[in-house]
């Protein structure tokens, strides 16, 4: 496998409070992995980081990494494209990663398929999204989507309307027309109902299999479905990482997370 995205030994500290400490995280090309942990754990920054929202005081993320032979030495060197530490919080967006915050954020006087047209990675000016042109190959990439995030049979259906977990879906959606190679999804099963949250396990999973994501979530059974390697922050710090069944055994995690 190869790396995606590689963060090496971020800091970062808020008037003395050390809110990331000195923490190392990975993730490889068509991998699904999840993030736990208790209110104040450093989740959020964490994902500020990766998005260019929060710039820490030391450390290095790097995304896109390649192999290149070198014909001098004969060997193949590692070399990362980019550092998101020098991006802007667009470009990195530009680069493909992508994050849905825990409340959707949808047009809802739109319908579901407009509310996927308005959203693909291309220029628009205010006429173009007004009067909406599409081509059959976009047409196509809409009607892919709407298959991968289970609203195909609502895709004319006004998105206020919709459900709290079918929007959660909805901007799922309107992430994946941008083209992402890395999401960044938080708390996605918050609010849903039982029948919701395992077609978003479905989801995701399904997602994982050609694009790298990172799930932020506080129910443990939901993540315990997601079936992926799981890592528990604590105090900005890595307290545990590995299946969900040896993290909810682990004594230090069972100390500060899960409250026992």
């Keep these: ?18 809110a990331i400490n000195n923490l190392s995280y990975s993730i490889e090309k068509s991998e699904l992995k999840a993030i736990i942990g208790p209110n104040g754990a450093g989740k959020t920054t964490f994902m500020d980081i990766i998005t260019g929202q929060t710039k820490p005081n030391e450390g290095k993320v790097l995304f896109g990494k390649r192999e290149v032979w070198l014909e001098s030495d004969q060997k193949y060197q590692t070399i990362w494209e980019e550092n998101l530490l ?18 959707p954020t949808v047009f809802e006087l739109k319908s579901v398929f407009e509310n996927l047209t308005i959203s693909l990675k291309k220029n628009r ?3 173009n999204v007004l009067f909406q042109k599409i081509s059959n190959e976009e047409y196509e990439k809409i009607e892919k989507i709407l298959n991968e995030i289970n609203l ?16 959660q879906w909805l901007e799922i959606g309107m992430l994946l027309t941008q083209d992402p190679k890395l999401l960044l999804i938080d708390e996605p099963a918050a609010g849903m ?6 077609k978003t396990v479905q989801i995701l999973r ?11 979530e506080h129910d443990m059974e939901f993540v315990k479905d997601l079936e992926c390697e799981v890592t528990v922050l604590h105090e900005g710090k890595i ?4 299946s969900i069944e040896s993290v909810s055994s682990d004594k230090n995690v069972v100390e500060v997370y899960l409250g026992r």
């Design 1 to 18: 496998m190869s790396t995606l995205l590689k963060v090496e030994k971020i800091s970062v500290t808020f008037d003395g409070f050390k």
């Design 86 to 103: 020098s991006k802007n919080e667009s470009q990195i967006a530009l680069l493909g990663i992508g994050r849905k915050f825990q409340r």
């Design 125 to 127: 000016n205010p006429f």
């Design 152 to 167: 195909d049979i609502e895709k004319n259906r006004v998105a206020g309307e919709l459900s709290h977990g079918q929007k």
């Design 193 to 198: 109902t039982v029948n919701e949250r395992k």
């Design 206 to 216: 399904k997602l994982s299999s050609d694009k790298s994501v990172i799930v932020v």
């Design 239 to 242: 307290l545990a990482e590995g």
